[in-house]
Structure formats: C-alpha cells, structure tokens
C-alpha cells in the first residue's frame, strides 16, 4: 500500500497556499474624514459666542431710548428747584455729567478731535446749556415743546449725513406726535417769554443735530463727544458759578440733575444709537414730556387737564407703535 506523496519542503518546490494568496492582497485605501469648515467648528464647540440676534439687539436699543427719556423727563422739576444762575446750574450739572462717564468709561474714550466727534460735542454743549436757559426764561411747556422740533432736523437731514433713507412713515409719526405735543401742551402754551421760545427753538436744532453725530459715530465713541461736550458746557458755565452759591438743597438738585438727569441717560441714549437709525432714536424719547406731569402730579399732586390727556395718549400710543415696528428699518 503506497501513501500519497508529499511535496518537498524546499524553499524552490513550495508552491503558495490559497491562504497565502489572500493575505497577500493589500487591504483597499481607508477614505479620509471628511473636513469640517473652521467656522462650521466653531460654531460647534463655542455655541456661547453666537452674536445675539438683531431683534434683541434692537430692542434693548429701545429700551435705552425709553429709559433715557424717563430720566430727562425728571429736567423741568429739578430744575426750577434749584435758585442759581441758569448757565452755572447747566455748567455744574455737566461738570457732574462728565465725571460719571469719566469713572465709567475712561477705558472707551479716546480723543481724536474729529470733524464728528467736535461736531458732536458742539452740538451737545448747546443742547444742555440752551435747554437750562430756556427753562428758566420760558415756561417748561415751551422748552420742552420748542426743543422737540429736533426730530424734524433728524428726518431732513438724515439721508444726505447719514446716507440713511427716511419714509413717507416717519413723517407721518412725527406728524402725529407733534400734533399731539401741542395739545398735550394746549392749556400752558404761552406767547410770553419770547427770546425763552427763541432759545428753545436753537436748543431743538442743536438736540437734532447731536442726535445725527452720535449716529455717525456709532462705530467709534460718541461718549468721547459728550465728555468733550461736557466739558464745554463747564467751561461756559464756570463764570457764573462765582456770582453765587446755592444753598444745600439746590445742591442735592444739581447732584440728581447731574447724574440722573444728565449723565446717565446720555449715556444710554448714545449707546442705543449705535442700532437704531437716527430718526427712530429721535422720535421714541418724544415719550418724555408725558412723564413730566405725572412726576409733578406724584410730587405737588397736580392734575393733568383734559386736552394733556389726550394729547399725552397719542404720543405715547404713537411712540410705541413706532418701538414696535421695523418694517422699514434696515
């Protein structure tokens, strides 16, 4: 009986195996991982970073602007409560103004004496300082109504200055509220104090103006403008701090004039004018002389008469409908 003959363990007789074979075949090339966009990753792993979205952005701006006008509505109060000089109370208040926005934002401001920046500060100066002598040569309802034709330089002028379109819409809000402002004012207007309407009148000007160099500069630092402009008002008012001093009371005045009535709101209002164009940031602070009664109403019990009434609820209905709309904003 004969057993099967096996093959040779030679290296020259070794004939490859089936298994042999398949191992020798070289596996297929593995594909790479896909790449990821850098910016596709970022918004993955630091989901914190996401800029908030412009509706939030607008409407903290509009509450800015409400804000702001709820403490220069405290302005007529505090000051006929101070005895001094008009131009030392307007000098002394921005001299507290300043130091605020100083201590605040000394790390932001920057002085560059730009073409925008000193127009700003101008601007600003007269508008703090006009509005102090106005009050104190006119009636408050004169100052306030007189001072608040500032949107109707705003929607004139915004295109050419700012290259920011204005609407048929604005004109008629602004339409309706001033219409409303002067029922709103219809029982205390007055054609007395006539160089007090004539100061008011440039104190307007002056407001709309600020206004549009704020929103110039709302990729710089307009509170740069209002130190500056601050400090002019110090300057033209340092003379007539020396012809007297207030007493304790009118100094407790000044304090919440500078800080409250000053300081802080300019600061919001130009904060808010960095989203929201020019003449929304005019318009919504039209607010304020609907709040100036009811402090007085609050404080000397004072009532409001039929015509404030109705007057105050245009505006403020009118106000904030233009808060809440931004249909054409963009």
């Known amino acids: 009986m004969h057993e099967p003959s096996l093959p040779s363990t030679g290296d020259s007789a070794v004939t490859p195996s089936l298994a042999d074979e398949i191992l020798a075949v070289e596996p297929p090339p593995v594909a790479a991982p896909p790449v990821i966009p850098d910016e596709e990753l970022t918004a993955v792993a630091l989901p914190e970073t996401t800029p908030p979205e412009p509706v939030a952005i ?56 730009s073409f925008n920046q000193i127009g700003g500060a101008l601007a600003y100066a007269g508008t703090v300082v006009l509005f102090v002598v106005a009050n104190k040569m006119t009636t408050a309802a004169n100052a306030i ?55 008011a009148l440039i104190d307007g000007f002056c407001f709309g103006w600020m206004a549009l160099f704020m929103r110039r500069q709302k990729d710089g630092s307009a509170l740069s403008s209002l130190l500056l402009g601050n400090l002019i008002a110090v300057a033209i008012g340092l003379p007539f701090m020396f012809q007297s001093m207030p007493d304790l009371s009118s100094w407790i005045g000044l304090l919440l004039l500078g800080v409250v009535q000053l300081g802080l709101p ?65």
């Open 58 to 113: 607008h409407r903290r701006a509009v509450l800015m602007l409400l804000g702001a006008a709820l403490f220069w509505s405290l302005g007529g109060l505090l000051i006929k409560w101070i005895d001094w000089n008009p131009v030392a109370i307007a000098g002394m208040r921005s001299l507290i103004g300043a130091a605020l926005i100083w201590i605040v934002f000394r790390r932001e401001l920057h002085i560059d004496r």
């Open 145 to 199: 109504l007189l001072q608040y034709t500032a949107p109707i330089y705003v929607t004139l002028f915004s295109p050419w200055f700012l290259g920011e379109r204005t609407h048929g819409r604005d004109w008629l809000i602004l339409l309706v509220m001033m219409g409303g402002m002067v029922l709103f004012f219809l029982d205390e207007l007055t054609l007395t104090g006539y160089w007090g309407n004539i100061i």
């Open 266 to 330: 300019y600061i919001l209002f130009a904060l808010a004018l960095r989203h929201v164009r020019a003449v929304e940031g005019i318009l919504i602070p039209m607010i304020e002389p609907v709040l100036n009664p009811v402090w007085v109403f609050l404080l000397l019990g004072e009532k409001p008469g039929a015509w404030a009434l109705l007057g105050g609820t245009i505006i403020l209905g009118t106000v904030m409908y233009r808060a809440t709309c931004r249909g054409h904003d963009k």
